[in-house]
């Protein structure tokens, strides 16, 4: 299928390459690192194989991470799109960052990488605390979705990991960290007084589509504890998206289809840490129909997204 819009492709800058956690093998993550920093020909060159055409400190940082995706952007206007970094460590200034990017730089909305740290490297916030509210509160004003990405748990959490480091980042941590944080925005009421929000989970919804009735089914009869007002599932079906990235399993697919609905279903790879053209073979051959490939593909992001380019996927 060509004309598929990707949403969880990543990409570096020169400036941060030393700082890319290895996931994988170091001579692996020598390629990766390569990758991540090519935004010209190989990378594009890689999405017309696919079929793909559209995809303080901390405070300056980000608006140079944005303003430099914004000039790859310019350059390829119907190739990328951009999602914004935010300096989440002060909420206020992750909010006006996201308005410019998004009012000025024409950005689609943000990425965010789980938790942020606050004070040293083993404190960590989630964004169901108080403190990113008014964050939260300029999303929706904006009507932009958020992403959020995995990230591997806090040392301090680390424990039942302890002697299996095969099971960290894309094995199983990422899973359960993103999927745990995704549970605690719901659980504290954060979609209550935010209705319209919206985030995106990658790897068809780190396994929340397929354990949410359950979960859904025991906290409703958690009585004096519950800070939500609706059952936890409604939250998964109005207030989030999954999509595709390296999880380019048909069954796996399906069922999320079944939980979710097509509409709440959108198409990524996850390169370069995957394979766009594994991820494009399996996902124009899955057993779906063409009508549930095409909105997968294109017509769910051009929905979610409707100041993307016209001619993209055209």
């Not at 570096?12 to 994988?24: C, G, K, M, T």
């Not at 979705?145 to 002697?163: F, S």
């Not at 859904?216 to 004096?224: E, N, P, Q, Y």
């Not at 097509?262 to 073979?281: G, N, T």
Request: proline residues 6%; glycine residues 8%.
């Amino acid at each position: 299928m060509s004309g598929k819009i990707a949403l969880e492709e990543h990409f570096n800058l020169p400036d941060f390459s030393d700082e890319v956690p290895e996931y994988v093998s170091p001579e692996n993550m020598r390629e990766i690192n390569r990758r991540l920093l090519d935004l010209g020909a190989e990378r594009l060159g890689e999405m017309d194989a696919a079929g793909i055409d559209f995809p303080r400190q901390a405070v300056t940082r980000a608006q140079a991470a944005n303003d430099q995706l914004a000039k790859v952007v310019a350059a390829h206007p119907t190739r990328y799109g951009g999602f914004a970094a935010l300096p989440l460590q002060d909420p206020a200034a992750a909010a006006a960052e996201l308005e410019r990017c998004v009012t000025q730089l024409g950005f689609h909305g943000a990425l965010v990488n789980g938790f942020t740290s606050i004070g040293d490297a083993d404190t960590g916030w989630y964004y169901d605390h108080e403190r990113f509210l008014p964050f939260w509160e300029r999303v929706e004003a904006l009507g932009v979705p958020v992403y959020l990405h995995p990230r591997d748990p806090l040392a301090g959490n680390q424990g039942i990991y302890e002697g299996h480091p095969e099971l960290f980042g894309a094995v199983w941590t990422f899973t359960v960290e993103t999927s745990t944080h995704a549970l605690r925005l719901m659980t504290s009421g954060l979609f209550d007084r935010f209705p319209k929000l919206t985030v995106i989970l990658g790897h068809l919804g780190e396994t929340l589509p397929f354990n949410m009735w359950r979960i859904s089914h025991r906290a409703a009869a958690m009585g004096d504890l519950i800070k939500f007002e609706k059952p936890l599932r409604s939250y998964l079906l109005n207030n989030f998206y999954v999509t595709t990235s390296g999880n380019f399993h048909t069954q796996t697919l399906n069922a999320t289809l079944a939980e979710m609905g097509v509409d709440r279903v959108l198409y990524s790879s996850d390169y370069p840490y995957e394979s766009m053209r594994e991820a494009s073979d399996w996902f124009d051959n899955a057993a779906i129909s063409d009508n549930d490939r095409l909105r997968i593909g294109y017509t769910n992001a051009r929905c979610l997204f409707p100041n993307i380019p016209e001619k993209i996927g055209q």
